[in-house]
Nanobody, 117 residues
Framework: QVQLVESGGGLVQPGGSLSLSCAASGSGLGLYAMGWYRQAPGKQRDLVAQITSRGGTTYADSVKDRFTISRDFAKNTVTLQMNSLKPEDTAVYYC???????????WGQGTKVTIYS
């Protein structure tokens, strides 16, 4: 079992920045890829960024060059630094842990990010 707790959502104006953090607890965390997904109202949940157990990263095209995902293996945390935020980034952001071998998914409770003018 893996438990994930997100923090750092909030309100920000376009062009602003926010940092989301996810604290993971459980066993075998080194075997999990960690990522952030987001879900806007009426839309499906989509991948934003992911970092593997070896530190490799993947980003959605819509956030490349604006968002950065990082992982602290010692503290079992993953951070999403979001810069140059746009109204279309408004969504609930979910932390995800996916087992490298069996692809079991764990989810955090979500944190809301709102970009407003």
């Amino acid at each position: 079992q893996v438990q994930l707790v997100e923090s750092g959502g909030g309100l920000v104006q376009p062009g602003g920045s926010l940092s989301l953090s996810c604290a993971a607890s459980g066993s075998g965390l080194g075997l999990y890829a960690m990522g952030w997904y987001r879900q806007a109202p009426g839309k499906q949940r989509d991948l934003v960024a992911q970092i593997t157990s070896r530190g490799g990263t993947t980003y959605a095209d819509s956030v490349k060059d604006r968002f950065t995902i990082s992982r602290d293996f010692a503290k079992n945390t993953v951070t999403l630094q979001m810069n140059s935020l746009k109204p279309e980034d408004t969504a609930v952001y979910y932390c995800n842990a996916r087992h490298t071998w069996n692809e079991t998914d764990y989810w955090g409770q979500g944190t809301k990010v709102t970009i407003y003018s």
